[in-house]
């Protein structure tokens, strides 16, 4: 964090740099063990003190049902921190996380103790945290992490580039 500047003030203004155009690649685990793979557009609008992303054009061949796109919202709201909300289409369920950024490392750990279901590539969804960290001023990863026999296991990974003008 900038001297002067608290880590909220900071995470507020880094969501900023999510703004714009975006090539999108992803893999999800599969309950087998494979890395089933999926690209698409994203673009990230600001909101208040949030951005929201919205996933176009995305395709993922090896599990179809994931086809279409979505919403991330990630914000900063006054007495409960930070917020992601996700919905896509392929499930029409909001998963809605609460958390934090951690200005020592960059990130925006969130967290989702009481999911419930799976994946859309069969993997139990319990305890879910996703970190979100910007690698560089155009690109940006998003992890989902859940827990597997008292492990946490990386199931999800989204890499955002940015788009040349």
């Known amino acids: 964090a900038t001297p002067g500047r608290s880590a909220e003030e900071s995470g507020r203004l880094g969501l900023r740099n999510f703004v714009g155009d975006w090539d999108l690649e992803m893999w999800s685990l599969a309950r087998d063990?494979?890395?089933l793979e999926g690209r698409g557009v994203a673009e990230g609008v600001a909101e208040s003190d949030g951005t929201r992303i919205t996933i176009t054009e995305f395709s993922a061949p090896a599990f179809p049902s994931a086809t279409g796109?979505?919403?991330v919202r990630v914000a900063y709201e006054a007495g409960k921190g930070f917020t992601l909300e996700s919905w896509f289409r392929h499930s029409n369920e909001v998963l809605k996380f609460a958390g934090r950024y951690e200005a020592d490392t960059g990130r925006y750990v969130f967290f989702n103790f009481g999911s419930k279901g799976e994946t859309a590539t069969g993997m139990p969804r319990k305890s879910?945290?996703?970190e979100i960290r910007s690698l560089d001023i155009a690109t940006w990863v998003a992890e989902t992490y859940s827990s597997a026999e008292g492990?946490?296991?990386l199931v999800q990974s989204y890499r955002f580039t940015r788009r040349s003008p």
Do not use: F, K, M
Request: proline letters at 0%; hydrophobic letters at 25%.
């Open 33 to 35: 063990g494979s890395r």
């Open 151 to 153: 492990q946490s296991l």
């Open 69 to 71: 796109g979505g919403q």
């Open 128 to 130: 879910v945290r996703v």
